[in-house]
């Protein structure tokens, strides 16, 4: 652990991420698989995952021999799991039930410009509190984003721990008051045990009201820290549109493997 001279605080801990990919998207099938200048979408996601300092393994969760094959092709660390899991989350929770592990990173397979360092940020708190069992990221709200579903807003406590994570513009804004506000950033880390008993919990009728597991948490308990960055990830895959604007932004950052 020699890469975590930051990190100190975390040299005790064995910290795992893993990346759930399925095949069959609505919207984008064949989604991890994607072409992304001469790489597939899953293998920007392993590399981002694996730059960061406090993750130990980086493993690719999936129900699919494609993904699993591509995976092995770029050398990277792969796991089989059920095809009856019901979410990404679910999928997480299957391999670490087989895995020795302190903390488990849940990244989604979808994000090829996640920052290294906001993993890094969300996995130290758990080097200084023991008492922390889960943790998530945000970052402030862009222009436009306040009204869009599509989009999850947070709203924290006077701690950093969320209140509530809603598609509504939250907090409602009186006139004349500013606009400002968290948008949340679908990684999470977590303690092993409570992982493992959050994928065990029925489903929350908040998370059925709005669509997000994370209200599954708050409504049996379990606290999440948010970590608040300066900004996050422009856009996550979900469509063809997304897609194609990943792969311009890589383009212009000078990420293309060759320079080109």
Not at 51 to 74: G, K, Y
């Given at each position: ?31 991890p ?54 979410s ?12 020795e ?66 598609r ?7 006139a004349?008051?500013?606009?400002l ?32 597991e ?24 979900d ?22």
């Amino acid at each position: 652990m020699t890469g975590r001279a930051p990190y100190d605080a975390l040299q005790d801990l064995s910290i795992v991420a893993i990346i759930p990919a399925r095949y069959g998207a609505t919207r984008l099938p064949g989604k991890p698989l994607s072409d992304i200048h001469g790489k597939p979408l899953i293998q920007w996601v392993h590399e981002r995952v694996k730059a960061a300092r406090s993750v130990d393994r980086a493993i690719v969760a999936t129900d699919d021999d494609r993904i699993a094959a591509a995976v092995r092709a770029f050398g990277g660390e792969v796991e089989l799991t059920s095809p009856t899991c019901a979410s990404g989350t679910d999928r997480v929770a299957e391999v670490a039930r087989r895995l020795e592990a302190d903390v488990v990173v849940d990244v989604q397979g979808d994000e090829p410009l996640l920052d290294p360092d906001s993993l890094d940020a969300l996995v130290a708190p758990f080097g200084s509190d023991s008492d922390l069992e889960m943790a998530t990221l945000a970052a402030p709200l862009r222009s436009g984003e306040r009204e869009m579903p599509s989009v999850v807003k947070v709203v924290c406590d006077g701690g950093g721990r969320a209140l509530y994570f809603s598609r509504s513009p939250i907090p409602f804004r009186r006139a004349g008051e500013d606009e400002l506000g968290l948008r949340h950033i679908g990684v999470y880390a977590f303690r092993r045990a409570a992982l493992l008993r959050f994928a065990s919990l029925p489903v929350a009728p908040l998370e059925r009201a709005e669509g997000l597991e994370q209200l599954r948490a708050l409504q049996h308990g379990i606290a999440i820290r948010v970590i608040v960055r300066e900004s996050g990830p422009e856009v996550a895959v979900d469509t063809p549109a997304d897609l194609e604007r990943v792969r311009q932004l890589l383009a212009e950052a000078g990420a293309v493997p060759g320079g080109g």
